[in-house]
């Protein structure tokens, strides 16, 4: 995986990294988030798209999501490129909701399926590799909103998932490797939305949030057909987010509603997204801190159908960027 160059004038011998190394880097990168989300993103705003059907709730639902997103960083001393694209579809359905008071809980099931494919460059040697994942996932989740009856309040969600993935990486010239990895993820998340205003037939709301999401991912010691020895360092990662949003929303409980948003987020990563090739260690060269902005809108279209989707943007320190878009869709009876 690595290539000796030749001395330099000051007789070290610098190393020149092949794009393989960030082939991998980047498929584990891509298992970690690939079915990570936030309680908005997997079923939209409860208390907004089921407003017209009155207190109490309704005894189920069942919702889609749909999300890409391109992400590019560098690794290898910055003598790696590599670009990611990810699509990812999940689904999953309210199983149990019961109230006690104005409290409503929710707990339901979902499952999904994900590919990212990534393109690798070194812009020292002009070598070039190509990865992909497919993976799929199954999970439970538990929400616990604070009024059920009023836009504002508390809520607390949890998640669960295992994920399951089959990896490949070809290099230039080199044979297609293919390999497996398994990720165990847990996520709690928190809120709580005020009120700030009203005026014009619009409320005005700002949801300030928190979130920690821990994943374990295993991937099988896996050796090239060149010989090369290729595992896992580093198998934790615990990610956080702080931020918040604000939106409009529609005073009319009737008719077809659009409630607007827009949101902004920090999010920390602890771990280090890292391999060992015959026990050398590569990392991707990773911001630790993240700063991701969002707009969008969620629709109430009536009759127990509502629509949200988004479009963001996640910056942070070097070359490390990532544009996302996601669409979803919930029909409550």
């Known amino acids: 995986m690595i290539s000796p160059e030749g001395p330099n004038p000051g007789g070290s011998k610098p190393s020149l990294y092949r794009p393989e190394i960030g082939a991998y ?10 079915f990570q989300h936030t ?3 997997r ?5 907004f798209s089921e407003a017209q059907r009155g207190e109490g709730g309704t005894p189920g639902s069942v919702w889609m999501r749909v999300k890409r997103n391109d992400f590019s960083a ?3 001393s910055k003598q790696i490129d590599l670009d990611t694209t990810t699509d990812v579809l999940q689904v999953g359905a309210d199983l149990v909701r019961w109230t006690e008071g104005d409290s409503r809980y929710h707990m339901g099931v979902m499952a999904g399926a994900g590919k990212a494919k990534t393109d690798v460059s070194s812009n020292v040697m002009g070598y070039k590799a190509k990865d992909e994942v497919e993976g799929y996932s199954v999970g439970v989740y538990g929400t616990w909103y604070q009024n059920a009856s009023q836009p504002t309040g508390a809520y607390v969600d949890s998640w669960l998932q295992f994920g399951d993935y089959d990896n490949s990486v070809k290099g230039d010239g080199l044979a297609r490797e293919n390999y497996g990895s398994k990720t165990w993820a847990a996520s709690m998340e928190a809120g709580y939305a005020f009120e700030v205003g009203q005026g014009d037939g619009k ?3 700002v949801e300030p949030q928190a979130q920690v999401i821990y994943t374990s991912i295993k991937t099988d010691k896996y050796r090239e057909e060149n010989g090369t020895v290729v595992k896992s360092k580093n198998g934790k990662d615990v990610t956080t987010r702080l931020g918040a949003r604000a939106y409009i929303r529609p005073t009319e409980k009737s008719g077809v509603r659009v409630q607007p948003f827009v949101a902004a987020n920090l999010w920390r990563n602890s771990g280090d997204t890292e391999m060992s090739f015959n026990d050398t260690t590569h990392k991707l060269n990773g911001a630790k801190n993240v700063y991701e902005f969002k707009a969008g809108a969620e629709v109430d279209m009536g009759k127990g159908w509502s629509a949200w989707g988004h479009l963001g943007t996640q910056v942070a320190s070097g070359d490390q960027r990532d544009v996302a878009g996601q669409m979803g869709v919930k029909y409550s009876w």
């Open 39 to 41: 309680l908005h993103e």
């Open 74 to 76: 560098d690794t290898g």
């Open 203 to 205: 409320a005005y709301y």
């Open 43 to 47: 079923v939209g705003e409860l208390n």
């Open 25 to 34: 880097l980047g498929n584990q990168l891509a298992a970690i988030g690939m």
